[in-house]
Nanobody, 124 residues
Framework: QVQLVESGGDSVQAGGSLRLSCKAS????????MGWFRRTSGKEREVVAS???????EYADSVKGRFTISQDNAKNTVSLQMDSLRPEDTAMYYC???????????????????WGQGTQVTVS
């Protein structure tokens, strides 16, 4: 069973930055997709950033140019650098992962049943 543990959420002012981290364990796929989605009350999951094992990244239009996803394979960690934060970025952020398929990483992350407990980001 994949285990994902997020950290780094906080409360910041608009224009500020945060870096979220996700430590993955029991995750041994050679081909995989990982990413971050966020959820606010009453809204569907929104995948903000994702990547696959080839290193190809995808971003939601709402965060392009502001968020950067990266991975550290040695540490089994995926991070999300969030800059120029806006109040509308306020949400619970979840790290998600699954084995790779022919579908895009964004599609895989949107559908996966494997995600962490979430970390709250509040922008005011």
């Amino acid at each position: 069973q994949v285990q994902l543990v997020e950290s780094g959420g906080d409360s910041v002012q608009a224009g500020g930055s945060l870096r979220l981290s996700c430590k993955a364990s029991r995750f041994t796929y050679d081909s995989y997709c990982m990413g971050w989605f966020r959820r606010t009350s009453g809204k569907e999951r929104e995948v903000v950033a994702s990547l696959d094992s080839d290193g190809t990244t995808e971003y939601a239009d709402s965060v392009k140019g502001r968020f950067t996803i990266s991975q550290d394979n040695a540490k089994n960690t995926v991070s999300l650098q969030m800059d120029s934060l806006r109040p509308e970025d306020t949400a619970m952020y979840y790290c998600a992962a699954d084995h790779g398929t022919s579908r895009s990483s964004r599609t895989v992350v949107a559908a996966t049943q494997y995600w962490g407990q979430g970390t709250q980001v509040t922008v005011s």
